[in-house]
């Protein structure tokens, strides 16, 4: 029984946060790698250490915020009591934990739960949005299927390294790509091979291995087929008569195109011997991209300005109503006190000054943006103040 109870504390407080974490950090077309199919031990080994490092946290969390009448010393006791077979006794801290605390606990692992659920959400979109899994290999997916059909494959290091010195067709980091073509040679049998084509619009990972593929989805396909050879009574090739009126030069087609009816084609892909992939690029996708861009952009600069023009406001609160936010009891009391109205001006000069390099300001397109064409200018005034702020107010204070 109290192995029982050992195994249920040590699923509830570890493995459970360590599942959910997993169960939402895997979204999208890479929930294919949290597989409920897995096997037991293997979804609870992959979840122990995630689940230990949200309970450490959630631990530190709740006690900061609500308060822990218990030390982690004494968890560990109550722990160690609740997994043992109860021959060396039980301390007070679990008699007092199982006779006052059980509801706190009961809440506790509540706030665990959707502490790690929420945990599993934001740091997989933050990886996401920020694209450190196309940057680091530390934090990429395991579905490699998802960024070589989606083409984001071409954003990565190594790809975009390369694209400066073989795509010439605005591929690789510029790229927003809006459908994939693909060839796939598949093997029929031992002797023969046969290629289709089309545009994916899906697929499947295998099971028991999301590394392999296992089916793909194909709409608007073709499959070529080899044309079989026609010989005359004198045993020679017989030539297409739409070939042979075209030059000598060219080759002839070994191969006849043929439509492959209905709307989805699925392709087994265990029979695939190679697949050859094309990016067909989206215009709009990447106009909209690009204006998104500029606009995220704008908003950024908007909220340094407005931060800039809100710092500058409250210190010109403070140097004037100190005494109503008891400023003058502060480390800042002599400057406040001593100095007069022309001296503090100078003072809030000089810090807007200094301010006003971080801020962006108006161009002539009415956009807010960085301008550095009258930096030496900027930088003369603000040495300028420096300098007066310093003879007339500062000096005097040393």
Known sequence: MNLTLGFIAFFITIVIPGILFRRFFFYGEFSKQFNTKDPVLHSMFFSI??????????FI????????DSSFLEVFTIFRDIAS?????????????????????????LFVFGFSSFLGWISSRTIRIRKWDKKYKLFRFKNQWYYIFSGEVLNMKKFE?????????????????LLTYADILVRASDDRKELYTGY???????????????????????R???????????????????????SNTKPTKSRNRIKVPGDIFILNANNIVNLNLTYVPSI???????????????????????????????????????KIIHLDKTFLAEYLNDTGFWGKLLVILFINQFLSFFSPTQNEEKKLSYNFSDFWIRLFVLILWGVLSYLFVIKSLI
């Open 49 to 58: 250490i995630p689940g230990i490092i949200i309970q450490l946290i959630s």
């Open 61 to 68: 969390i709740y006690n900061l915020s609500l308060g822990f």
């Open 85 to 109: 077979d109860g021959s060396n006794g039980t301390e007070e801290a679990t008699k007092e934990f199982i006779n006052n605390h059980i509801i706190t606990f009961f809440l506790y692992s």
């Open 161 to 177: 390294e390369a694209h400066n010195v073989s795509f010439m067709n605005n591929k690789g980091l510029i790229q927003d790509t």
């Open 200 to 222: 994916v619009v899906d697929y499947d990972l295998k099971s028991d291995d999301i590394t392999q593929l296992d089916k793909v989805y194909l709409i608007d396909t073709y």
């Open 224 to 246: 070529y087929k080899k044309k079989e050879k026609i010989l005359d009574e004198n045993g020679l090739e017989v030539k297409d008569k739409e070939a042979s009126k075209e």
């Open 284 to 322: 709009k996708k990447k106009i909209s991209n690009e204006k998104k861009k500029k606009e995220e952009k704008q908003k950024r600069y908007s909220r340094i300005q407005r931060i800039y023009l809100l710092a500058i406001f409250l210190i010109i609160l403070a140097h004037f109503f100190y």
